[in-house]
């Protein structure tokens, strides 16, 4: 027996941006009513979705008034707003995904949910496709460097699993591989900044959080100038939308932008 079209969510506010893009993606976007005011991706979202929440808060009152039946939200950081929406009666999903299998899957089963199953596994398939082309052409770089990638700047955290990942994918060596395996950004803290020094990165890529990385005050640290990435310049930004959310972005432009600056430390 075939579901009727009012089995799926008709009005759906999305906490973070990966749900925004993937009903974008897959042409779902008239169930959205409301946006993070963080949303970059894509960018007609901004201009069409009112903008009712950031990450760690949340116009209560204002999702309310949307009349949602779905709210869909991402990790543990977003536990309150969840309560708060659930004590006043609000469906909420909130994912916990921090892996590219993970993200692949968060894909299909949000296509799934709004009864768009055969969309989302097409455009899962296309990335695992692009995945698949990237990591095939970094098998033929000359070596793979040593990658640091920084989530923040003041303490020094290192990325999450994801980005740990798509960096392998990519060509490069992730050198603090054991903090990647951690979900909170609190556990992937580097107590001792000389460390990073002593692992010495061939390439040093940055995200600060929705903030601008500044390579100079980077290579400006104190010891750092012995790093092989600051003896080379190469210190490179990643702006957070592409790879800081554990959507479609990530699989596309976020491993595009790997992939560049580490063909370009391999080669050099």
Known sequence: MSAVPDAYPQRIVCLTEEPTEVLYAIGEEHRIVGISGFTVRPPQARREKPKVSAFTSAKIGAILDLQPDLVIGFSDIQADIARDLIRAGVEVWISNHRSVAGILAYIRRLGAMVGAADKAEA??????????????????????????????DDPPISGIR??????????????????????????????????????????????????????????????WQEIPAVRHGRLYEIKSPIILQPGPAALFDGLDALATRIAEAAQG
């Open 123 to 152: 455009l899962a398939l296309r990335a695992e496709h692009h995945l698949a082309a990237v990591a095939e052409a970094a098998a033929r770089l000359p070596r793979r460097p040593r990658v640091y990638f920084e989530e923040w």
């Open 162 to 223: 994801w980005v740990a990942e798509l960096i392998r994918i990519a060509g490069g060596e992730d050198i603090f591989p054991e903090l990647a395996e951690k979900s909170l950004a609190r556990d992937r803290i580097i107590a001792d900044a000389m460390e990073i020094v002593r692992r010495k990165p061939d390439l040093i890529l940055g995200s600060w959080c929705g903030k601008r990385f500044r390579a100079q005050a980077v290579a400006s640290r104190p010891g």
